[in-house]
């Protein structure tokens, strides 16, 4: 498709290239040829002029023996030979142009064309998650409607394992849609001054009772500092790391979240003392539906794997930068960088 769509613009190029080479050949031509019918003729006004001059006084010869006319042949030989160099010109043009509208074209085309696969590649993921649940929910209804002897106790459990489904499938949808709506508004986000003890104090409230349940205590050790960004992205960014912080920690654990100032970067750190990662994991958890094998492993810590996939398109909106420490068995540490503003600015 994109060679087809390469080779089509190409020939747009050429069109509008020879378009405009042809007809500038053209006026050189006949500007060209203009020019050699008055350079003749006042050529030859000049050494007649000369000529009736000398002869002053004696009887005048015949106008025609004066000088004769430009050799027709010669005019003709001349405006062929111009009608050729431009020809071989316009040849040269038209392969350079093509030569080089095809590259063009190609580069033109490759971020339109990384763009496509892209979104290719993230429909089929994306359609490849929500199959699991809906196969699973689909056959659970259908043996169970194949059973004549059904209880109502049996259709109690059947509902609630179906509810379970389409609570999963719920939050699959929201956060492939979270994905695809800070995709989007890249630059286009409204920015505002806010309080980064405020934005910590609403995802830690979101993130309580989760934590509660696992008696995991959270610790907020930050002083107050300014930032610029989108309140509600913020809240989901800090909330998207505390929730993984407490997943994949074990029970009565410790997470942190603080912040510190380097440079002129403010590092926002979640820390845990959960499962860790390992090192072979640490280059993807930031990619598209990406677990690690340990999370998959653990009980009760199910996810889709675009948890930090958003929590980075966040960050990057926010000219900021995410990165991870972590030691299996020991814990991890996800750290955001975001431009300070400082007092006064
Ligand atoms: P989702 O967030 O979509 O519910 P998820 O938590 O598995 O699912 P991410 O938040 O994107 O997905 O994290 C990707 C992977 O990175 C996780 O599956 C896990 O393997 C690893 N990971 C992320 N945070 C931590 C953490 N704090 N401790 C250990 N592993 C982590
Ligand atoms: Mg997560």
Redesign the pocket.
């Known amino acids: 498709m994109f060679n087809s769509a390469r080779l089509k613009l190409t020939a747009w190029y050429l069109l509008m290239i020879m378009l405009v080479s042809t007809v500038f050949s053209l006026t050189i031509y006949r500007v060209e040829a203009t020019e050699l019918e008055r350079f003749a003729r006042a050529q030859r006004f000049r050494i007649e002029r000369r000529y009736l001059e000398n002869q002053r006084g004696s009887p005048l010869p015949p106008r025609q023996n004066l000088l004769p006319p430009p050799d027709p042949e010669l005019v003709n030989e001349t405006e062929g030979r111009l009608l050729l160099t431009l020809l071989a010109i316009n040849g040269g043009i038209l392969l350079f142009s093509a030569g080089m509208g095809y590259f063009l074209a190609g580069r033109t085309l490759k971020p339109i064309q990384e763009m496509m696969e892209e979104q290719n590649r993230f429909i089929s993921d994306a359609s490849h998650e929500l199959k699991t649940p809906l196969t699973s929910l689909k056959a659970a209804i259908e043996v169970n409607l194949r059973d004549k002897n059904l209880r109502i106790a049996e259709v109690k459990t059947l509902l609630s394992q179906n509810l379970g489904e389409v609570n999963k499938l719920q939050s699959l949808t929201e956060?492939l849609l979270q994905l695809t709506r800070y995709q989007k508004t890249v630059n286009k986000m409204q920015f505002e001054i806010l309080s980064l003890s405020a934005i910590a104090n609403e995802a830690v409230k979101k993130i309580a009772p989760i934590a509660s349940e696992k008696r995991v205590t959270l610790r907020k050790e930050l002083a107050d500092r300014k930032i610029s960004g989108n309140k509600d992205a913020l809240i989901n960014l800090l909330v998207?790391l505390l929730d993984?912080?407490v997943?994949?920690s074990p029970e009565k654990s410790v997470v942190r979240i603080s912040a510190r100032e380097i440079d002129h970067l403010l590092v926002i750190t979640v820390k845990?003392q959960?499962?860790?990662?390992n090192k072979e994991?640490l280059p993807y958890?930031f990619d598209r539906f990406?677990?690690?094998d340990?999370?998959r492993q653990k009980s009760g810590a199910g996810?889709?794997?675009?948890?930090?996939?958003i929590a980075k398109k966040i960050t990057e909106s926010h000219h900021g930068t995410i990165s991870v420490q972590?030691q299996p068995g020991e814990g991890?540490t996800?750290s955001v960088s975001l431009p300070l503003i400082r007092a006064g600015s």
């Open positions: 956060s998207i993984n912080a997943k994949y845990d959960g499962i860790g990662i994991d958890i990406y677990r690690a340990s999370a996810g889709y794997g675009l948890g930090l996939a972590s991890t996800i």
